[in-house]
């Protein structure tokens, strides 16, 4: 039991580890016995099987994050599903075709000691169907005797079976190398980038973000030497607050105003792009004087677009009354609504007034934007929320999640696995209860449905 426990709390990828795209998916199927979940822990690199010697005994975690070669990929496996219960080679059969379903390759286990079965060939019909890539596994081969038996496997008509041992290891690395062939290109990392963190200051024109990048920059030291290691784009500028130094990108945009001409919102939308692109986090200026435009909600969407984390800042507080103060708040709750994530200031450029507030707002929103949640607590959070608050039902069929997974972060984006299409608000209402759960506040979260029916 406990070294179950350890086994899901280590499936937390490396902080280093950033996926840009989703990982691909490898589901281990088999009959019950042939020693998949043996397997599926050689593969994750845990020496101590976590295995009971009962055929089926129902395991809840099945789902994990691996790593071979230096490429990450999800592996499913369906020993987990299996229940207690007679009859278990028809649900054998259910079980991988579901993982089958799901999965972008599948690894399919057959004891080499026992021999093709019925289940087998059963298996392989299922697999055929399926057209996705195998890689055929003799398992238990524990020496060279094996060899011979493994070789039997070849009658099964899938191609070469790869003998191997995943009790003591024996060809294990050889199978993680042809996994590696089978599995599709997703999923590979990029490091993250190091460095100060890089902040966009937008907003229309006349908002203030001229007058607070001054202020930051007259009240704080500017970094003119760069630091090292980093590489410094002269559009950028690096102002240290709070002790740490900040990139604010594209401030010559900034700095060179646009002439309040025709087309001028044009220009100002592609500088704001051109921002976004090369920042982490976007800082909108609103100007709380005056209502919110659509303008401002353009700009707004923008940095939904571009997944970047966000802070509102409505500046030119100096100037609001106690009247003006209140039909702001009305504002926002009716305009701001699908951004009440959101950490707002409320600042001066003028004053200064908190903008000393600014750090905390950055840092709260980066922190939500790289955040990961392992696998397995994604997966106990889903399904508690699954259990109490059910998919509704729609023409006698209800959609279930079989698991989730964080793809990606910086926004985190989520993977959820289904057995039918989600509806819109089921979606929304799994996303609203993700950010109760686990606060990201000021990151965009991502939910993207993967159907398989
Ligand atoms: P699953 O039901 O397919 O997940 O199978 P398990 O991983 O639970 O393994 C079933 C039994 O086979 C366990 O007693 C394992 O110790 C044993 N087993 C798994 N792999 C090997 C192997 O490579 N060689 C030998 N001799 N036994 C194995
Ligand atoms: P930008 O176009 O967004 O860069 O805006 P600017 O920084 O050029 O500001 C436009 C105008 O608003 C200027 O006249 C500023 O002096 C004024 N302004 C900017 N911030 C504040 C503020 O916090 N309070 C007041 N009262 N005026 C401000």
Do not use: C
């Not at 007058?211 to 030291?221: G, H, W, Y």
């Not at 986090?281 to 909600?297: G, R, W």
Request: charged fraction near 30%; hydrophobic fraction near 40%; proline fraction near 5%.
């Amino acid at each position: 039991e406990d070294d179950q426990h350890l086994l899901t709390e280590e499936y937390e990828p490396s902080a280093t580890a950033e996926d840009e795209r989703m990982l691909p998916v490898l589901a281990v199927i088999g009959r019950p016995n042939v020693g998949k979940s043996t397997l599926v822990n050689r593969i994750l690199g845990h020496r101590e099987a976590v295995v009971e010697d009962t055929p089926g005994v129902t395991r809840d975690r099945v789902f994990y994050e691996a790593n071979w070669a230096g490429r990450d990929f999800m592996l499913v496996d369906t020993g987990g599903w299996e229940d207690k219960v007679e009859g278990i080679a028809y649900r054998v059969a259910e079980q991988a075709e579901l993982a089958i379903g799901l999965a972008d390759a599948v690894m399919f286990v057959v004891d080499a000691n026992v021999g093709i079965t019925h289940t087998d060939e059963q298996l392989v019909k299922v697999l055929r169907r399926s057209q996705k890539p195998v890689l055929l596994v003799a398992n238990k081969v524990d020496d060279q005797r094996g060899e011979l038996e493994a070789a039997a496997l070849w009658n099964l008509g899938l191609g070469e079976p790869h003998p191997v041992s995943a009790l003591h290891g024996r060809g294990s690395g050889d199978v993680l190398d042809r996994i590696l062939e089978i599995l599709p290109e997703e999923g590979q990392t990029r490091a993250k980038p190091s460095g100060p963190r890089r902040v966009a200051l937008i907003g229309r024109p006349n908002v203030g973000k001229s007058s607070l990048l001054n202020k930051l920059a007259r009240e704080n030291r500017v970094v003119v030497d760069s630091t090292a290691g980093t590489t410094r784009d002269p559009v950028d500028e690096v102002i240290e607050l709070d002790g740490r130094e900040w990139t604010f990108v594209d401030t010559a945009g900034i700095r060179r105003r646009i002439r309040q001409s025709e087309g001028a919102d044009f220009f100002a939308s592609i500088r704001t792009q051109a921002a976004l692109d090369r920042a982490e986090v976007a800082v909108v200026l609103l100007e709380a004087t005056e209502p919110i435009s659509t303008q401002d909600l353009k700009i707004i969407d923008m940095v939904l677009e571009s997944g970047r984390a966000l802070v509102l800042a409505f500046n030119k507080w100096d100037l609001l009354d106690e009247e003006r103060r209140a039909q702001l708040e009305w504002e926002i709750e009716k305009d701001l609504s699908h951004v009440r994530w959101a950490p707002r200031v409320n600042i001066s450029a003028l004053t200064g007034r908190h903008t000393d507030k600014l750090v905390p707002a950055l840092d709260l929103a980066l922190e939500s934007w790289d955040t990961r949640i392992p696998t397995a607590r994604l997966n106990a959070f889903l399904g508690a929320l699954v259990a109490a608050h059910p998919h509704p039902l729609r023409g006698g069929k209800q959609p279930r999640i079989l698991f989730a997974t964080q793809a990606r972060t910086r926004p985190p984006r989520f993977v959820i696995f289904a057995s039918g299409f989600l509806e819109h608000g089921y979606r929304r209402f799994i996303e609203r209860r993700l950010r109760e759960d686990f606060s990201f506040d000021g990151s965009p979260v991502e939910i993207s449905v993967r159907v398989r029916e």
